[in-house]
């Protein structure tokens, strides 16, 4: 069964006549007959009483015209809402992030826009540091995924924080500050910012307890 065959068959319930209905469908009487008698063997029932002079409907075309309508009436609908979807234009945003870590935490925030905005298509570009910066001043990119350190300067117009993790340094008791500087990579930089940090914090400490020692030997 196909919406053809629906048409024709609501044409020729309308106007009791396979001419009329051929001229209202747009195509050729006989196969306005074959449409009719294709679906009549499908459906294993009469749908009209054809004779010389007259066309009438049988208790069964009665019955089966509302069916027909709902179903080509859902056919079109469907057929409608399909083509407003293609025809919306999809607005291509280009987002950098520097490695997978900052893609995974981008991947929630794009989901979230995809909800919000339909037509939101994310274009996604990985690179290095210093190149996606370019590409934000160059506007190739819209957006920029990263991991900030307390001390950096956003280069973007508008930096918006949108999480804090927390993270933690786990290595081999052989693997050296100095190692880590030489293989630095988006990973390591991590590492090589809590590293310093934590060498900054230790230097206050030994600071204030050298303070406390040489107070208390003056005494």
Known sequence: MNTTQLECFLAVAETL????????????QPAVSHQISSL?????????????????????????IGDAET??????????????NV????????????????????VPVMNIIGKMYPNFEPEITMMPFKSLDNLLEENKLQIIFAIKSENETAKAECFTALCEWPVMLIC???????????????????????????KKK??????????KQTHHENR
């Open 202 to 211: 230790n230097r206050k400490t030994k600071h204030c307890t050298l303070d």
């Open 40 to 64: 009549e063997a499908e459906l294993g029932v009469r749908l009209f009483l054809r004779t010389n002079k007259s066309v009438q409907l049988t208790k069964e075309g009665l019955i089966f």
């Open 17 to 28: 006549n396979f001419s009329k209905a051929a001229e209202m469908v747009n195509i050729s």
């Open 87 to 106: 025809k919306e234009k999809k607005r291509t945003v280009a987002i950098g992030v520097h490695n997978q870590y900052e893609l995974d935490a981008a």
């Open 172 to 198: 081999r008791k052989a693997v050296s500050y100095t190692h880590l500087r030489a293989h630095e990579t988006g990973r390591n930089l991590v590492c090589r910012l809590l590293l310093e940090k934590k």
């Open 71 to 84: 179903i080509v009436r859902t056919a079109m609908n469907s057929i409608h809402r399909l083509s407003t």
